[in-house]
């Protein structure tokens, strides 16, 4: 029972790889991205031991890029640790110094000690040398974590809160590197509207996986689908009879979610002329990714712990969720 901390750790302890969400036997049907987001909106920090054992080696490629994606962090690193042929010893001195770490950051948090750096054993030995600083690596990154997190608490407990409604600007990209975010830009949607968004694009999957197979109707498929869901038939309606509706979005769909946000979404501006243009293949990987943000929608729904009720109440429709902005459709 977690209930009361607010912060987690797990720890995942494999010789195996994670099934993709498209595995018949996988437990969730999440892909990694979607569990990283889950674990993530929980609070949760996911650590990976990655028994390297012989009998997986030509497995081992895959489940350490699946693995290092499912536990990173962002501005910290990935918290993946490969134990290299399973070794029973080199297991058990990544296990001591994990745990170690980890009661360390509880003793000090519960006595309102200042966070520590973390402090690197002097290794003399050339044989060892290398796992040892792989092994410093990963418990530097465990100080770094322990002390963002405790940073984070400070910050939401403090007296002195973040006003409730402010107006500012800023940049969300890193000046000398685009690529690094350095925010998250959330949309807040009821429950309601995610089960919207879930059941309209579950018939936008259906519709697409049938057009593979008959491209001549998918964009009347996808007109009429529009015309019956839309909640302005006046502009779907114009937009199919002056040959306007190009995409979902011209069509109507989930208009009212996406029009004047900062983001180009990558379903609804989808061109339909493209997608009649598009090999099977590309269009297979379309509709793997709708099947993707569906799932993740259906876990998201279904987890009352990530929905705020306002009034205090039980979770209902109209409890509310920030969605990340890139996990809209």
């Known amino acids: 029972d977690w209930t009361g901390y607010d912060a987690r750790y ?7 790889g994670p099934r993709t ?18 674990a993530r909106e929980n609070q949760i920090a996911t650590w990976v031991l990655h028994l390297r054992t012989p009998e997986g080696t030509e497995n081992h490629p895959f489940a350490e890029q699946q693995y290092r994606a499912l536990s990173e962090i962002e501005d910290i690193g990935d918290f993946y640790y490969g134990v290299e042929t399973g070794d029973v010893d080199a297991f058990q001195q990544a296990l001591a110094a994990l745990t170690s770490q980890l009661t360390a950051q509880v003793a000090e948090t519960a006595k309102g000690l200042p ?7 002097t290794v003399t030995e050339e044989s060892v040398a290398a ?3 792989e092994l410093d690596a ?3 990154k465990a100080a770094r974590l322990g002390y963002a997190l405790r940073m984070n608490y400070l910050n939401e407990n403090k007296a002195a809160g973040i006003p409730v409604l402010f107006d500012a600007w800023l940049i969300d990209r890193d000046f000398e590197d685009p690529a690094q975010r350095d925010l ?12 919207d968004l879930h059941d309209v694009l579950r018939q936008v999957l259906e519709i697409a996986e049938e057009g593979a197979l008959a491209p001549q109707d998918f964009l009347g498929e996808l007109k009429s689908l529009a015309a019956a869901i839309s909640r302005d038939p006046e502009k779907t309606n114009t937009a199919t009879q002056v ?7 011209d069509l109507g769909y989930m208009r009212e979610y996406i029009e004047g946000l900062p983001y180009t979404s990558e379903v609804m501006n989808l061109d339909l002329a493209t997608w009649q243009e598009w090999s099977a293949q590309k269009q297979f990987e379309f509709i793997n990714q709708l099947d993707k943000k569906i799932a993740y929608y259906k876990a998201l729904h279904e987890n009352v712990d990530l929905w705020i009720s306002l009034d205090g109440g039980a979770v209902d429709g109209d409890s509310l969720n920030p969605l990340l902005l890139e ?3």
């Open 184 to 195: 998250d830009v959330r949309v807040i949607l009821t429950r309601d509207q995610l089960s």
């Open 10 to 16: 797990v720890i995942l302890i494999s010789d195996a």
């Open 243 to 249: 040959g306007g509706g190009q995409s979902l979005a």
């Open 21 to 38: 969400s498209g595995d018949p036997l996988s437990a969730t049907g999440l892909s990694t991205t979607a569990l990283r987001e889950l």
């Open 138 to 140: 990963f418990q530097q």
């Open 131 to 133: 796992e040892s600083s």
């Open 327 to 329: 996990a809209l459709p």
């Open 115 to 121: 966070p520590k750096l973390f402090e690197s054993n």
